[in-house]
């Protein structure tokens, strides 16, 4: 079946600096693809919806200047977490969409900021 | 709008007993919706979709879900415990029109005991 492949799975940066996740489909074009964010105990919140060639969709309350999205291709969309601070601190999940209603998630990213 | 509610955020089953995991949907248009499991520090894996086929729907790993559209319900059952589906569970809904833009529950967490 379709992969997604999501990178890094993990990683812990200090507060201020920037970090970025890949969200990659491997065997199908995503035109459409998606960002999450999961606190501890709580469920996944959708923060954006990136298209490919044109500026993501931002659910309200998501700071587009903090969680910047790029869909440069069909097959690669980018969240870079801008001066990351503690709160940041989340489980990112992307998933990508290879149409006829199939949906496809990464295998997450635990972002930690100390 | 639509949205999803599972009760209860842990439920704990002996080995070999029936699994029930509850889920009730709101949704203003004919839904589609998904029953996906999380294990420790992965990602999202789905185990079964309804999408207005079949009100009884199966999926990986024995699991099975009804459809239910009097009582706005899609509880997810499995007739034999595994101490491998240890595991979150999450329920969500999509609208037909706009089926990638899934929307999850608070999830439950399945605890097997030996």
């Known amino acids: 079946g379709a992969v997604v492949s999501q990178h890094p799975s993990r990683v812990i940066c200090k507060s201020g600096t920037s970090v970025k996740i890949e969200c990659r489909s491997l065997?199908?074009?995503?035109?459409?693809m998606f960002w999450y964010r999961q606190f501890p105990k709580q469920s996944l919140m959708l923060m954006a919806t990136?298209?490919?060639?044109?500026?993501?969709?931002?659910e309200q309350g998501v700071e587009k200047d903090k969680f910047l999205i790029n869909h440069a291709s069909l097959t690669l969309s980018t969240l870079t977490v801008t001066s990351a601070h503690p709160e940041d601190s989340s489980f990112y999940i992307c998933?990508?969409?290879?149409?006829?209603?199939?949906?496809?998630f990464g295998s997450g990213t635990q972002l930690s900021v100390l | 709008a639509q949205s999803v509610t599972q009760l209860g955020s842990h439920v704990s089953v002996s080995e070999g007993a029936l699994v029930l995991l509850r889920c009730n949907y709101s949704?203003?248009?004919?839904?589609?919706l998904f029953w996906y499991v999380q294990y420790p520090n992965q990602g999202l894996q789905l185990l079964l979709k309804?999408?207005?086929?079949?009100?009884l729907v199966k999926g990986i790993n024995g699991f099975e879900a009804e459809f239910k559209k009097s009582e706005t319900s899609f509880h997810l059952t499995k007739p034999s415990a595994h101490m491998s589906d240890a595991a979150e569970y999450f329920c969500?809904?999509?609208?037909?029109?706009?089926?990638?833009?899934?929307?999850f529950g608070t999830g439950t967490k399945l605890q097997v005991i030996p």
């Open positions: 998933s990508a969409s290879g149409g006829a209603g199939k949906l496809f």
């Open positions: 065997d199908f074009q995503a035109t459409t």
């Open positions: 990136s298209n490919e060639g044109s500026k993501a969709t931002y």
């Open positions: 949704s203003s248009v004919p839904p589609y």
């Open positions: 309804y999408t207005s086929a079949a009100t």
């Open positions: 969500a809904v999509a609208s037909e029109g706009g089926y990638q833009k899934v929307t």
